[in-house]
C-alpha cells in the first residue's frame, strides 16, 4: 500500500519552532516531488513548500521564505519541514505530498493535484 505517513506538529507559541516529517511507505522517494501544503479554517489549501528529490532543489511560498526549511533523507525515505519563527498566520493543518508526473527536464516540481496525500497534521501557533 502506496502512503505517505506524517508526524510532528501541534502548539507552540509564536517565534517557536517545529518540524514536520513526512515517511514515505510501499514506495521510494527518490525520483518525486514532495510539497507541502497548509488549508486554514476558511481558506483554499496553499502551497508552502516543495522539493524535487532527485537533486534537493528547493521552492518556497513567498510568506515562508527564510523561515521554513525543506528538505530529504534518502536513507529514511523521508521529507521533512522545519518551521522556525512561526506566526499566528502559520496556523493550519499541514499536509504532505508526493508525485513523480511532474518534471520539466531538469526537476520534479509540485502542482495542487499530487498523486499522493499524508493524512494532514494540524499546527497551532498561539500565545
Known amino acids: 500500500q502506496l502512503q505517505l505517513v506524517q508526524s510532528g506538529g501541534g502548539l507552540v507559541q509564536p517565534g517557536g519552532s517545529l518540524r514536520l516529517s513526512c515517511a514515505a511507505s510501499?514506495?521510494?522517494?527518490?525520483?518525486?516531488?514532495v510539497g507541502w501544503f497548509r488549508q486554514a479554517p476558511g481558506k483554499e489549501r496553499e502551497g508552502v513548500a516543495c522539493?524535487?528529490?532527485?537533486?534537493?532543489?528547493?521552492d518556497y511560498k513567498d510568506s515562508v521564505k527564510d523561515r521554513f526549511t525543506i528538505s530529504k533523507d534518502n536513507t529514511k525515505n523521508t521529507v521533512y519541514l522545519q518551521m522556525n519563527s512561526l506566526k499566528p498566520e502559520d496556523t493550519a493543518v499541514y499536509y504532505c505530498?508526493?508525485?513523480?508526473?511532474?518534471?520539466?527536464?531538469?526537476?520534479?516540481?509540485?502542482?495542487?493535484?499530487?498523486?499522493?496525500w499524508g493524512q494532514g497534521t494540524q499546527v497551532t501557533v498561539s500565545s
Open positions: 505530498a508526493a508525485d513523480d508526473r511532474y518534471f520539466d527536464g531538469d526537476n520534479y516540481y509540485c502542482t495542487s493535484s499530487m498523486a499522493y
Open positions: 510501499g514506495f521510494t522517494l527518490e525520483r518525486y516531488a
Open positions: 522539493i524535487s528529490t532527485t537533486d534537493g532543489k528547493a
